[in-house]
T-cell receptor, first 111, second 115 residues
Framework: RKEVEQDPGPFNVPEGATVAFNCTYS??????FFWYRQDCRKEPKLLMS???SGNEDGRFTAQLNRASQYISLLIRDSKLSDSATYLC????????????FGAGTRLFVKA | EADIYQTPRYLVIGTGKKITLECSQT?????MYWYQQDPGMELHLIHY???????EKGDLSSESTVSRIRTEHFPLTLESARPSHTSQYLC??????????????FGPGTRLTVL
């Protein structure tokens, strides 16, 4: 079982839709969590950190559920430019705090 | 924009050649990483470093080697390139402070093709 698991998708949604991605992690001692965005043939870039209390950045909302060991990303009012792969990232204490990237969830937003 | 650079951006080379992929960052980050990623596939960590003179192998076995003689520089070398090495290689760095709360900053990548 992978330490970080995501639904690979793809998610195909129309513009304006709300879409949610979930990610589960296996190590309950994990301490910090992030969502990265990777455009096709580009490098990953940090989208937002995920805090225990949940956090929002414009149309994007990230939440953490430590009891169930999952994090989520909600995108409201999807734009064409949101089309990308969204990577769930967890800092795990395995082997001295390793950063573990999920395989990513692909999102296609269509007009 | 992150101050992390990779050269070359694209490289097409014949089998058996020795190549070095360069990665430099000007942010003073102690930690640096090399990832391998095939198109549409997930990132695989192949090497990382906690600081000068520190190098560790990642999760994916790789025939490449790395060195960390200076904080800002983390080159990756393939002694004898093979077609199976064809992939995108992404370099990243992160600060050591803040314990686990580290964002990784990625370079633009080197797309390697071995014929």
């Amino acid at each position: 079982r992978k330490e970080v698991e995501q639904d690979p998708g793809p998610f195909n949604v129309p513009e304006g839709a709300t879409v949610a991605f979930n990610c589960t992690y296996s190590n309950s001692a994990s301490q910090s969590f992030f969502w990265y965005r990777q455009d096709c043939r580009k490098e990953p870039k940090l989208l937002m950190s995920v805090y225990s209390s949940g956090n929002e950045d414009g149309r994007f909302t990230a939440q953490l559920n430590r009891a169930s060991q999952y994090i989520s990303l909600l995108i409201r009012d999807s734009k064409l430019s949101d089309s990308a792969t969204y990577l769930c990232v967890v800092n795990s204490p395995t082997g001295g705090f390793k950063t573990i990237f999920g395989a990513g969830t692909r999102l296609f937003v269509k007009a | 924009e992150a101050d992390i650079y990779q050269t070359p951006r694209y490289l097409v080379i014949g089998t058996g050649k020795k190549i070095t992929l360069e990665c430099s960052q000007t942010m003073g980050h102690d930690k640096m990483y090399w990832y391998q990623q095939d198109p549409g596939m997930e990132l695989h960590l192949i090497h990382y470093s906690y600081g000068v003179n520190s190098t560790e192998k990642g999760d994916l076995s790789s025939e490449s080697t790395v060195s960390r003689i200076r904080t800002e520089h983390f080159p990756l070398t393939l002694e004898s390139a093979r077609p199976s090495h064809t992939s995108q290689y992404l370099c990243a760095s992160s600060p050591s402070w803040g314990l686990a709360n580290n964002e990784q900053f990625f370079g633009p990548g080197t797309r390697l093709t071995v014929l």
